[in-house]
T-cell receptor
Framework: AQKVTQAQTEISVVEKEDVTLDCVYE???????LFWYKQPPSGELVFLIR??????QNEISGRYSWNFQKSTSSFNFTITASQVVDSAVYFC???????????????FGKGTTLSVSS | ETGVTQTPRHLVMGMTNKKSLKCEQH?????MYWYKQSAKKPLELMFV???????ENNSVPSRFSPECPNSSHLFLHLHTLQPEDSALYLC?????????????FGSGTRLTVV
C-alpha cells in the first residue's frame, strides 16, 4: 500500500490564483515527521517544511501555508497568490522507521507538478 | 549553493560502459543516500550509508554498486546498465541515519542509457 499519496498529478493555474496540493499518508508509527519538498527544473529537492506528529498547528510562511490534520491523515499545502516561479514538482514525504534498522528513511509521494502561467 | 554536490550533471552511456556518479557533502552529515527518480514514479530509495557503512540496500540490481570511502563522499558505480535505468539519480545527506530532520539533496545526475 502506498504510504504517501498525492492524488493530483498535475495542476495548472494562472498567476495570483490560490492553489492547494493534497497529501494523504499512512503510518503505524505514533511519532513521525511529515515534509514538503519543492523540485524546480534544475533538479534538486528544496526543503520547505517539517512537521512532527504531535504538532497539529497550521503553519504559515509568507505565501505558503500547511494544514496538518491527524484525524484524516492529511498534510495539505496551499500557495496563496501563486507566481510563475512557483512552477515546480512538489513532493510530500513521511519519515518512517526502516524495518530491522535503527534509523528512519524518507518515503515520498509521486509528486504534483504545478504549472503557473502568467 | 547546495551543500550536496553531484557530478556529472548529465551522463549518457552505452549498455556496455562502466561509469561512476559522485556525490560530495560539506555539511558534516554522517548519513548519505542514493535515490532514483524515474518518470511517473515516486522517488525510490536505493542505498543508505550511515557512518560509512551500508545499512540498507533496497533490492537494487548488482549492476549498481555503491561506495562510501568517507563520510563526505558517496559514489555509485554503474556497469552493464539497461535502458530502463535511465533516470535522475539524487544523492542526499542527513545528520544521522534519521529522516526526522529531513535530507539535504544534490541537484542530481541525469543518466541516459543508450
Amino acid at each position: 500500500a502506498q504510504k504517501v499519496t498525492q492524488a493530483q498529478t498535475e495542476i495548472s493555474v494562472v498567476e495570483k490564483e490560490d492553489v492547494t496540493l493534497d497529501c494523504v499518508y499512512e503510518t503505524r508509527d505514533t511519532t513521525y515527521y511529515l515534509f514538503w519538498y519543492k523540485q524546480p527544473p534544475s533538479g534538486e529537492l528544496v526543503f520547505l517544511i517539517r512537521r512532527n506528529s504531535f504538532d497539529e498547528q497550521n503553519e504559515i510562511s509568507g505565501r505558503y501555508s500547511w494544514n496538518f490534520q491527524k484525524s484524516t491523515s492529511s498534510f495539505n499545502f496551499t500557495i496563496t497568490a501563486s507566481q510563475v516561479v512557483d512552477s515546480a514538482v512538489y513532493f510530500c514525504a513521511l519519515s518512517e522507521r526502516v524495518t530491522g534498522q535503527a534509523g528512519t528513511a524518507l518515503i515520498f509521494g509521486k509528486g504534483t507538478t504545478l504549472s503557473v502561467s502568467s | 549553493e547546495t551543500g550536496v554536490t553531484q557530478t556529472p550533471r548529465h551522463l549518457v552511456m552505452g549498455m556496455t560502459n562502466k561509469k561512476s556518479l559522485k556525490c560530495e557533502q560539506h555539511l558534516g552529515h554522517n548519513a548519505m543516500y542514493w535515490y532514483k527518480q524515474s518518470a511517473k514514479k515516486p522517488l525510490e530509495l536505493m542505498f543508505v550509508y550511515s557512518l560509512e557503512e551500508r545499512v540498507e540496500n533496497n533490492s537494487v540490481p548488482s549492476r549498481f554498486s555503491p561506495e562510501c570511502p568517507n563520510s563526505s563522499h558517496l559514489f555509485l558505480h554503474l556497469h552493464t546498465l539497461q535502458p530502463e535505468d535511465s533516470a535522475l539519480y539524487l544523492c542526499a545527506s542527513s545528520q544521522a541515519h534519521r529522516a526526522d530532520y529531513g535530507y539535504t539533496f544534490g541537484s542530481g545526475t541525469r543518466l541516459t542509457v543508450v
